[in-house]
């Protein structure tokens, strides 16, 4: 069977994934490892459910694993009566990177499935990007046909995606988690930075991969070099003179409104700031006249008084 071609992977299975992780294995330096239910349909599957299945290996010699089938028929008995459209699709491992013993879970897993996916979910990622990466197992066989066909897993393309009902509860989810205070084009900044950080990484990556390659650490795979070619072609030529100049426009046109949007502000506050004085001095001034209207009264008093004592003095 032709390997798929994309693997979707939903938010909450992310969300069981790192429940199962934080409970079992957290701290420490053993893997997870689980099945994944959803549906396949045209090159696409779409991974919508998993739960943990009990697993353990030896650290020393990683030949030696033991995962509970029996644990994982009688749980997908239960969660087939609740979906029934929902099929094992694969199973998923906490890696964060594959394994010896992998190939041999995967023959287990394929009694449920002819054509299962692994995928590793990074649950402590150190790296900017998505933290899933998915595998399909083929039958790899060499240009000279001297040995026989071996195995191995091919990287297959993965997304993280929802559908319509699971974004409103994502949603709900990051309200508690999302800082009010942050503007909105604070968080597009924060954006472009992380997408940037991660094109640094994946450039890294390449050049790691080129060097292997040309130091003989690694053989020529002319499918992966046909596509990175892909991606230089597809590169625009900065050299161009109308690209020079159409960028040089953008950004004079950017400043522009930047400069403009500063000298408003700028009058703005200085708007305030001479209201406010004014303010500030019609209050002063109604709070002196009130006290005035206090003292009046009573110097028209004491007059009096001394009057009435200068005539008892005469008399």
Known sequence: ??????????????????????????????????????????????????????????????????????????????????????????????????????????DLISNYNPNPV??????QPKELGIPTKAYFCIDEVREDCTQKAEKTFMHVQSEIGAYEAEEIGVEHLLR???????????DQVIGKVHALRGLEERLKEIRTYLDAVLSERLPINHEIMSQLQDVFNLL??????????????????MMLV????????????LHNLINNKVVNKESERAKDAADEGVTAPLAKDKDKGKEKEAEKEKE
Request: hydrophobic share 40%; charged share 25%; net charge negative.
């Open 1 to 106: 069977m032709a390997p798929p071609d994309k693997v979707v992977v939903h938010p909450l299975v992310l969300l069981s994934v790192v429940d199962h992780y934080s409970r079992v294995a957290k701290d420490t330096r053993k893997r997870t490892v689980g099945v994944l239910l959803g549906q396949s349909s045209k090159g696409r599957i779409d991974v919508t459910n998993s739960y943990a299945v009990p697993f353990e290996e030896d650290e020393k010699d990683p030949s030696i694993w033991f995962l509970d089938h029996s644990y994982h028929e009688n749980m997908f008995t239960m969660f087939k009566k609740i979906n029934a459209k929902e099929v094992v699709v694969g199973w998923y491992s906490t890696g964060p990177k594959l394994r010896e013993a992998d190939l041999h879970i995967h």
């Open 118 to 123: 692994l995928v590793i979910v990074d649950v």
């Open 176 to 186: 508690d988690v999302k800082d009010a205070k942050v503007s909105t084009l604070a």
């Open 236 to 253: 625009p030529n900065l050299n161009m003179e109308e690209m020079v100049t159409s960028f040089a426009v953008k950004s004079n046109d």
């Open 258 to 269: 930047m400069y403009l949007s500063s000298l408003v502000r700028s009058v703005v506050a």
